[in-house]
C-alpha cells in the first residue's frame, strides 16, 4: 500500500498518476477540505477564494491539467489575464479528486520505520503502509518523522511565509480589481466577486492578504482580532466607511508562501520507500505543487 499525507496539489497529483497507472494509493488529510489552500470560504450566499487567487501555468504538462478542468480566465484589472476555477479556486482540486481514495479527518501523529514498510499512527488506530508520501508543509516533517531522521536534516535552508487574509463584503462603488504593494500591509486586494462564475450578492466581495511582516506580526491573534486590525486599512484602500462592511472575518495561513525553496522536486529516503514532497521544493506556483507531486509519482512507478 501507498499512502500520501496531505490533499494538496502535490498530494493530489502524485495520487492521480498512479491511480492512472493502475495503483491504488490512499489519501490521508486532517482537514475537511482538499486543496490546500487553493480553497473557498463559503457563507450562506457569500463566496471568498482566500488562499491562492488564480493559477497559472507556465508548463506545457500543467497547461493540459488546466485545460480539462472547469476554469475561466480573469482580467485582473492590470492588463493581466489569470486562470480561475469556477465556481470557485476550490472547484479545482474537487476536479482533480475524483475516483481517488481519500479518507478526511484522518490527522496523523507520527510516522516511523516499521520493518521493510511505514507505521503511521492517528488518533483510533495505526495504519501499515509499504510506501509513504508526505506532502505536508516543510516546518511539519519534523514533527511526523521525528528530529533525528536523516532528511529533516536536508529541510533546513526552507523558508515558509505567513499570510493573514481578510475577507469582507462591501457595499457602494468599486474602485478596482485588484492592488498589489508589497510594501502596503494588505500586499494584495482583489474584488473576489469580479471572477467569472462567482454568486453576485449586493455590493462587492473582497480578498485582502497582508505581507510578511504583518502576518507574522499579528499571527497568533484571534481571527476577531486579525479582521479588527485589517479592515480598517481595506476601507481607507476602498475609500469607504466601515457602515459600508456587511459581513468580515480573518483566516490564518500559518504556511502560505514559500520564500525560500529547496530547489529540487522532492526528497527520498534510500530505499525508495519515503518521499517529502511539495510547492517547497521547487518555489511558490500551484504548478510548483503539482509539478513535486507528478514528479514523485514518476519515481515511485521507476521502482515498481
Known amino acids: 500500500m501507498i499512502v500520501i499525507i496531505g490533499s494538496g496539489m502535490a498530494g493530489l497529483a502524485c495520487a492521480r498518476r498512479l491511480t492512472q497507472a493502475g495503483l491504488a494509493p490512499v489519501v490521508l488529510d486532517k482537514g475537511r477540505g482538499i486543496g490546500g489552500r487553493v480553497a473557498t470560504r463559503r457563507v450562506d450566499d457569500l463566496q471568498f477564494d482566500h488562499g491562492a487567487q488564480f493559477v497559472n501555468a507556465q508548463g506545457a504538462g500543467f497547461a493540459a491539467v488546466l485545460a480539462g478542468l472547469s476554469v475561466a480566465q480573469w482580467p485582473d484589472g492590470t492588463g493581466r489575464t489569470h486562470s480561475v476555477g469556477v465556481p470557485g479556486m476550490s472547484a479545482i482540486p474537487k476536479a482533480l479528486a475524483k475516483g481517488l481514495d481519500i479518507r478526511q479527518g484522518v490527522q496523523v501523529t507520527r510516522v516511523q520505520k516499521d520493518g521493510k514498510g511505514w507505521a503511521l499512527t492517528f488518533e483510533g488506530g495505526t495504519l501499515h503502509c509499504a510506501q509513504v508520501v508526505m506532502t505536508v508543509p516543510a516546518p511539519q516533517v519534523a514533527g511526523l518523522l521525528g528530529d533525528g531522521h536523516p532528511l529533516v536534516a536536508h529541510l533546513t535552508s526552507v523558508r515558509l511565509a505567513p499570510c493573514l487574509t481578510l475577507m469582507a463584503a462591501v457595499g457602494g462603488p ?90 529540487q522536486p522532492f526528497l527520498r529516503s534510500a530505499d525508495g520507500t519515503l518521499y517529502l514532497g511539495g510547492d517547497w521544493c521547487i518555489g511558490p506556483r500551484i504548478e510548483a505543487a503539482w509539478d513535486s507531486g507528478t514528479a514523485i509519482a514518476e519515481s515511485i512507478l521507476a521502482l515498481v
Open 174 to 263: 468599486s474602485p478596482f480589481i485588484t492592488r498589489q504593494d508589497r510594501d502596503n500591509p494588505l500586499s494584495w486586494i482583489a474584488q473576489n466577486s469580479s471572477k467569472p462564475g462567482r454568486p453576485q450578492a449586493s455590493g462587492a466581495l473582497w480578498v485582502a492578504q497582508a505581507h510578511e511582516g504583518f502576518s507574522t506580526a499579528h499571527l497568533e491573534r484571534s481571527g476577531a482580532e486579525i479582521a479588527a486590525l485589517m479592515l480598517p486599512q481595506l476601507c481607507d484602500r476602498l475609500g469607504v466607511t466601515p457602515a459600508a462592511v456587511t459581513y468580515a472575518a480573518a483566516h490564518r495561513w500559518r504556511y502560505a508562501r514559500v520564500t525560500q525553496a529547496l530547489e
